[in-house]
């Protein structure tokens, strides 16, 4: 989908900064928490640790919740997003235990009866998204290809930059657990994974500075070139 996290090649975002060598894991100790609290929420929410599903909830966020509240507070947020969507917990029952912890007498609204249609997806925790697959890869090294101009309703790892652009496929990668119907709860549907190189001339047009850029594409995602 084409939400606030895919601002790749975008502009007015203002100036990039690079970290800083002594750059501390967190900055707060809160950031640590909401940290450990968004990993734990989304188990709950998914029966599972479902990364899919958890990136298609932070790019479903506004403005505000994705970028104002900084990227710890994005997660938060998208944890948030989660557990009321699972019927984990009822809209407005973290501010109500928030402004009770703050002293205020406020009722929580109930916990509503659990969605059948957000399914849990439990995976074993050390097995990662990588897969075996029966198929023979469609692309190989060397091979000119092009990113597939498509509008994708809902989750996907395809960067709207690269839409409609030609590569040249650099290394064929394991096959891994295909993003697109993993956050939908939709099964693995495990793909061939590839390493294409886009020329920055390609993508943003002749004027642009010249150097490469190295994208991970599933192979739903391309097409051959004529």
């Known amino acids: 989908m084409e939400g606030i996290a895919d601002m790749g090649g975008t502009l007015g975002w203002g100036p990039a900064h690079p970290p800083r060598r002594d750059e501390p894991v967190f900055d707060e100790p809160w950031q640590g928490r909401a940290f450990a609290l968004a ?3 989304s188990r709950v929410a998914c029966g599972g640790y479902n990364p899919d599903a958890f990136r298609h909830a932070l790019e479903r ?3 505000v919740a994705y970028l ?5 507070g994005r997660w938060l947020n998208a944890a948030e997003l989660m557990l009321t969507e699972s019927a984990t917990l009822a809209p407005g029952g973290i501010d109500a235990r928030a402004r009770n912890l703050h002293g ?8 509503p ?5 957000y399914a849990p997806t439990a995976v074993p925790v050390g097995v990662g998204s990588l897969r075996s697959v029966d198929t023979e890869p469609a692309f190989a090294a060397g091979e000119r290809v092009r990113a597939k101009d498509v ?12 839409r409609g652009h030609i590569g040249v496929v650099e290394h064929v990668r394991p096959a891994s657990v295909l993003p697109d119907t993993n956050a939908h709860f939709l099964g693995e549907n495990p793909e061939h ?3 294409v190189r886009f020329d920055s001339r390609e993508l943003w047009g002749a004027d642009t500075a010249p150097f490469a850029l190295t994208a991970e594409m599933y192979e739903s995602y391309l097409e051959t070139t004529s």
């Not at 009866?113 to 249609?117: G, I, K």
Request: proline content about 15%; hydrophobic content about 25%; charged content about 30%.
């Open 104 to 111: 205020e007498d406020v009722e929580e609204p109930p916990t």
């Open 193 to 195: 994974v590839y390493s």
């Open 151 to 162: 509008s994708v309703p809902g989750h996907t790892r395809l960067p709207g930059y690269v």
């Open 68 to 72: 104002d509240d900084g990227y710890f």
């Open 113 to 117: 009866d659990p969605r059948p249609d």
């Open 61 to 63: 966020l506004d403005r």
């Open 39 to 41: 990993l734990l929420s």
